[in-house]
């Protein structure tokens, strides 16, 4: 059974430019959230797609976007880069409906130079 | 919102040795997670705790929550090696759906 994917995996942009992270959800998942961790931060929820509507939203500006298709799979956005977006980004896909184990993928690892 | 706070922020153990990591909650518990994270990769469930007096074990770890303190703590027996990683404790926001608060997270090195 395939595990929760995460593509890229590494990535380097610069100020000022978009990012498009995309993650697939374990086979029969329908819950996806997204999680950005820092250093400083830590691990912070960024939102959650059940069914291609958004459930959950946490405290991040409106830079930060995501949806997610009728197959579960999921993307992120976020626009107009900058330096503290440097994070690592997780997505998690769950079976359950609601609050159940969260099935993390590798990460998506963003420098913003 | 809930803040979790772990104990000790990091530790280093000779292998062999036992070591226990507290993770304490601003508000009540509903549900508690534990997971493990290598460096720079993604989170691997351990366990999940949801009624107050709780006790799980997998191999040579167990959990507990105690509802009143509104903590849980993780007690690892004879640490290996790979043990090693950083220990990440997850409450229930109880916002609805998948949300986890994170707690600041506690790096375990074990050495040889």
């Known amino acids: 059974k395939a595990g929760v994917t995460q593509t890229p995996r590494y990535l380097i942009k610069t100020r000022g430019q978009q990012v498009t992270l995309s993650c697939s959800p374990i086979?029969?998942?329908?819950?996806v959230s997204w999680y950005q961790q820092t250093p400083g931060q830590g691990l912070q929820f960024l939102f959650e797609?059940?069914?291609?509507?958004?459930?959950n939203k946490g405290n991040f500006p409106g830079r930060f976007s995501g949806r997610q298709f009728s197959n579960s799979r999921s993307e992120m956005n976020v626009s107009t880069l900058e330096l503290g977006d440097s994070a690592l980004y997780l997505c998690a896909s769950s079976l359950a409906v609601t609050i159940g184990e969260l099935f993390f993928g590798e990460g998506s690892r963003l420098t913003v130079l | 919102s809930q803040e979790l706070e772990q104990s000790p922020q990091s530790l280093i153990v000779q292998e062999g040795k036992n070591l226990t990591i507290n993770c304490t909650s601003s508000?009540?518990?509903?549900?508690l997670y534990w997971y493990k994270q290598k460096y720079g990769e993604g989170l691997i469930f351990l366990m999940m705790l949801q009624k107050g007096g709780e006790e799980k074990s997998h191999e040579k770890i167990t959990a507990k929550l105690d509802e009143k303190k509104q903590q849980s703590s993780l007690h690892i027996t004879a640490s290996q090696p790979s043990h090693a990683g950083i220990y990440l404790c997850?409450?229930?926001?109880?916002?609805?759906?998948?949300?986890?608060?994170f707690g600041t997270g506690t790096q375990l090195k074990v050495e040889l």
């Open positions: 086979s029969g998942h329908r819950s």
């Open positions: 997850g409450a229930d926001d109880k916002g609805g759906g998948n949300k986890l608060t």
């Open positions: 508000k009540t518990l509903y549900g």
């Open positions: 797609y059940f069914s291609e509507t958004q459930r």
